[in-house]
């Protein structure tokens, strides 16, 4: 089974910068997306990143866009978010998921892994 573990969160002020790493074991070729997803306190979770692994296509939410960086390093099987000028708002729980399909939708993926908390003080 496609098991993932997301780490590199950590608590950083704002404007600075944090890497989020998605190790993913028993990768199936089948599981060709890999997804950023986050929650924050008394919210749903919502899209952040998605990436093809295969061609590197990437997609990101508006609210991420120009400050996030969705890559794959697929000797490592491991997908990275770089996320660079963090705001307060940034702060959640933030998931990687595997799924078959480049999407923006959760009920896509079908595999999860366990979150890692950013947060960004003011």
């Known amino acids: 089974e496609v098991q993932l573990q997301a780490s590199g969160g950590g608590l950083v002020q704002t404007g600075g910068s944090l890497r989020l790493s998605c190790t993913i074991s028993?990768?199936?070729?089948?599981?060709?997306?890999i997804a950023w997803f986050r929650q924050a306190p008394g919210k749903e979770r919502e899209p952040v990143s998605c990436?093809?692994?295969?061609?590197?296509?990437?997609k990101y939410a508006e609210s991420v866009k120009g400050r996030f960086t969705n890559s794959s390093d697929n000797t490592k099987n491991t997908v990275y978010l770089q996320m660079n000028t963090l705001k307060p708002e940034d702060t959640a729980v933030y998931y990687c998921?595997?799924?078959?399909?480049?999407?923006?939708?959760?009920?896509?993926?079908?595999?999860w892994g366990q979150g890692t908390l950013v947060t960004v003080s003011s």
């Open positions: 990436i093809n692994r295969e061609d590197g296509s990437t």
């Open positions: 998921a595997a799924g078959s399909l480049n999407s923006e939708y959760e009920a896509l993926y079908d595999h």
């Open positions: 028993n990768y199936r070729y089948a599981d060709i997306a």
